[in-house]
């Protein structure tokens, strides 16, 4: 297991067209996230997932977005009708519960390089 | 949302001298973390320190947290010009398992 995979690293579109971005964690890790970056600021976080339940959703996240996990393995990220403010960097982490009482809420990422979207 | 606010916004150092980076926060945490994100890639894990600690060292990385202020630095010592990057600082809200994330502080370490 080499780390998160994000597919695809770039994904041009047009206006209103719909694109999905797919990712892979580390296979052991139940916790999932997806965050998005715009250029100069920091990863705003869109949702996370334990294991397949969607445990919370950003105010962010429009009726247009929508995430999957389906088996608790992989996820997908799916944006309808894009607009051109959806242009942005969509980044995936993972992390692992850990069962160590005396580490509560150590809740390391490991992020993926994720998927670039840029919407014409 | 954002729960950080690093500060400066962005920091230009000369080789060898030492880089301090600062983060604001607004909730209760267990855990602060420290991130870095070279130019075009993914965000890598720093350093944690949990709420009962005030100070961690990691190789030439020195974190400290107050959290009667909300507040926590950064200090890379001895800078050198593969430490440029974006540093952004991360806390788990509330205490949960919602890590959110500030808007960073670039550095640039000239060679």
């Known amino acids: 297991d080499t780390g998160v995979s994000q597919d695809p690293r770039h994904k041009i579109t047009k206006r209103g067209q719909n694109v999905t971005f797919r990712c892979d964690p580390i296979s052991e890790h139940n916790r999932l996230y997806w965050y998005r970056q715009t250029l100069g600021q920091g990863p705003e976080f869109l949702t996370y997932?334990?294991?397949?339940?969607?445990?919370?959703k950003s105010r962010l996240l429009s009726d247009r977005f929508s995430a999957e996990r389906p088996k608790g393995s992989f996820s997908t990220l799916e944006i309808q009708r894009t607009e051109q403010g959806d242009s942005a960097m969509y980044l995936c982490?993972?992390?692992?519960?850990?069962?160590?009482?005396?580490?509560?809420?150590?809740?390391?990422?490991?992020f993926g390089a994720g998927s670039r979207l840029t919407v014409l | 949302s954002q729960q950080g606010e690093e500060d400066p916004q962005a920091l230009s150092i000369q080789e060898g001298e030492n880089a301090t980076m600062n983060c604001s926060y607004k909730t209760s945490i267990n855990n602060l973390q420290w991130y870095r994100q070279n130019s075009g890639r993914g965000l890598v894990h720093l350093i944690l320190?949990?709420?009962?600690?005030r100070e961690k060292h990691s190789g030439r990385l020195r974190v400290t947290l107050d959290t009667s202020k909300k507040s926590s630095s950064l200090l890379i010592t001895a800078s050198r010009a593969a430490d440029t990057a974006s540093y952004f600082c991360?806390?788990?809200?509330?205490?949960?398992?919602?890590?959110?994330f500030g808007a960073g502080t670039r550095l640039f370490v000239k060679a």
């Open positions: 982490a993972s992390s692992l519960r850990s069962r160590l009482a005396a580490t509560p809420g150590a809740n390391v990422l490991t």
């Open positions: 997932f334990q294991n397949e339940a969607q445990l919370e």
């Open positions: 320190i949990r709420s009962n600690e």
């Open positions: 991360a806390t788990d809200e509330g205490g949960g398992f919602k890590t959110i």
